[in-house]
C-alpha cells in the first residue's frame, strides 16, 4: 500500500517557468511532509519540508503547499534553473512515527 | 565536516553470499536510519537506530537481513545468503535525533548487484 504517491514519473519544463511537482497521501496520521532532491549516484538532499499547522513555506525559488483536506501537496520552483534537473521525492512522517515514507519520485527536466 | 559515508560505493556479489554495508553517520548524530530504493521504486524504510538501540526494524524485508550500531556511530547492515531481489541501492541517512521531524541526511548509498 503506497501512503505517498507521486503519480507523475516525469515532467519537462522550460528554463525560466514554473515547475509544479505533485504529491498525494493516505495516511491522515502524517503531520511534517519534505521534499528531498537526488542527483545521480548521490543520496538524496533535503530541500524544504512543512509541518501541517502550515498551508505554506517558502525558501527562495522553492515554496511547499499543502492542503490537508485533500491529503495533497505540492512544490513549486519559480523560475526554474538547468540546475534543477534532478529527481525529487515527497516524504512523509507522523506524530512518533520517526521514519519517512517516501513517495517513487518525479524526474523532472529544465529545458534550456 | 564531513557527511554521511558509506561503503562499498558499490558491491557485486553471488546469490547466496553474505554482505556487510557501512555507514558513518554525522559526528554527534545520535539517529541513524537505512532505507533501499529498488529499481523503479521509492525509498524504502529498512531500519532506524536511536543510540545503539533499534526501536523500529518493521522495515526489515525478512530474517536474512540484520543491523547494528556500535559505540552509537557506526552501523553495518548485513544480508545473509543474498537473493537476486536483494540488489538495490541501500542508503544510509542521520539525524540528531528521532522525532522524525528532524532533517535526515543522507549517504551516497551502496549500489548492490546479486548475480
Known amino acids: 500500500d503506497q501512503q505517498v504517491k507521486q503519480n507523475s514519473p516525469s515532467l519537462s519544463v522550460q528554463e525560466g517557468r514554473i515547475s509544479i511537482l505533485n504529491c498525494d497521501y493516505t495516511n491522515s496520521m502524517f503531520d511534517y511532509f519534505l521534499w528531498y532532491k537526488k542527483y545521480p549516484a548521490e543520496g538524496p538532499t533535503f530541500l524544504i519540508s512543512?509541518?501541517?499547522?502550515?498551508d505554506k513555506n517558502e525558501d527562495g525559488r522553492f515554496t511547499v503547499f499543502l492542503n490537508k483536506s485533500a491529503k495533497h501537496l505540492s512544490l513549486h520552483i519559480v523560475p526554474s534553473q538547468p540546475g534543477d534537473s534532478a529527481v525529487y521525492f515527497c516524504?512523509?512522517?507522523?506524530?512518533?512515527?520517526?521514519?519517512?515514507?517516501f513517495g517513487t519520485g518525479t524526474r523532472l527536466t529544465i529545458i534550456p | 565536516g564531513a557527511g554521511v559515508s558509506q561503503s562499498p560505493s558499490n558491491k557485486v556479489t553471488e546469490k547466496g553470499k553474505d554482505v556487510e554495508l557501512r555507514c558513518d553517520p554525522i559526528s554527534g548524530h545520535t539517529a541513524l536510519y537505512w532505507y533501499r530504493q529498488s529499481l523503479g521504486q521509492g525509498l524504502e524504510f529498512l531500519i532506524y537506530f536511536q543510540g545503539n538501540s533499534a526501536p523500529d526494524k518493521s522495515g526489515l524485508p525478512s530474517d536474512r537481513f540484520s543491523a547494528e550500531r556500535t559505540g552509537g556511530s557506526v552501523s553495518t547492515l548485513t544480508i545473509q545468503r543474498t537473493q537476486q531481489e536483494d540488489s538495490a541501492v541501500y542508503l544510509c541517512?542521520?539525524?540528531?535525533?528521532?522525532?522524525?521531524?528532524?532533517?535526515?541526511?543522507f549517504g551516497p548509498g551502496t549500489r548492490l548487484l546479486v548475480l
Open positions: 541517512a542521520s539525524s540528531p535525533d528521532s522525532t522524525g521531524k528532524e532533517t535526515q541526511y
Open positions: 512543512i509541518s501541517s499547522i502550515k
Open positions: 516524504a512523509a512522517s507522523g506524530f512518533g512515527n520517526e521514519k519517512l515514507t
